[in-house]
């Protein structure tokens, strides 16, 4: 079974100050990391992909992965209240023709003025 | 632009009735289709994939069904439905880059409470 970890929260940050997003991943194959964030009775909606260990910067957030630990984290700078939302970390896996994705159980965030 | 519509948005049945659940995407052609379904406090499961008219994989067996008739129509339906069918349903559109990237995209969902 290919599982995806996230810490359940929920994170309670203040405005303005950096929000910190862990997940791991048991399948080694995995090429495609995706954040998504799922605002209260709404669908998830997309923030960020990445596909290389390292960094990627959109805006506030940046991207982190380290293949080697499996390891993908997601920054938010100069948080809002608006950021208040569940994030959801999804997986590719490996050895399949399609876009299966493994999604973690999602991180609540709370962004307090 | 590529636009996914799903409905009905909310939807109350009793146990025991039909479901048919609708999603069609708009602004591109021979995507990659997803059923989920988000049980309250609970992670997403896919249910069915589809990469073309006519061919679905089913990841989870259940009492629910999908089907493609059109390019761009994905449907769920069953025709009994159990209370453990309640959930937020998605459907998800996929989209491919540099060759080997999928990226998922999401519509509104139909939230369905079975009574």
């Known amino acids: 079974q290919k599982e995806v970890e996230q810490n359940s929260g929920p994170l309670s940050v203040p405005e303005g100050a950096i929000a910190s997003l862990n997940c791991t991943y048991s399948d080694r194959g995995s090429q495609s990391f995706f954040w998504y964030r799922q605002y209260s009775g709404k669908s998830p909606e997309l923030i960020m992909s990445i596909y290389s260990n390292g960094d990627k910067e959109d805006g506030r957030f940046t991207a982190q992965l380290n293949k080697a630990s499996q390891y993908v984290s997601l920054l938010i700078r100069d948080s809002q209240p608006s950021d208040s939302a569940t994030y959801l970390c999804?997986?590719?896996?490996?050895?399949?023709?399609?876009?299966?994705?493994?999604f973690g159980q999602g991180t609540i965030l709370t962004v307090h003025p | 632009s590529q636009t996914i519509h799903q409905w009905p948005a909310t939807l109350v049945q009793p146990v025991g009735s039909p479901l048919s659940l609708e999603c069609t995407v708009e602004?591109?052609?021979?995507?990659?289709l997803y059923w989920y379904r988000q049980a309250a406090g609970r992670g997403l499961q896919l249910l069915f994939y589809?990469?073309?008219?006519?061919?679905i994989s089913s990841e989870v067996p259940q009492n629910l069904s999908a089907s493609r008739p059109q390019d761009r129509q994905f449907i769920l339906s069953s025709k009994k439905l159990l209370l453990s069918d309640s959930g937020f349903y998605l459907c998800?559109?996929?989209?491919?880059?540099?060759?080997?990237?999928?990226?998922?995209?999401f519509g509104p969902g139909t939230r369905l409470l079975v009574l």
């Open positions: 999804a997986v590719s896996a490996s050895g399949t023709s399609y876009g299966k994705l493994t």
């Open positions: 589809s990469v073309g008219i006519g061919q």
């Open positions: 998800a559109w996929s989209v491919w880059s540099s060759g080997w990237q999928e990226t998922q995209y």
């Open positions: 602004g591109t052609s021979n995507p990659n």
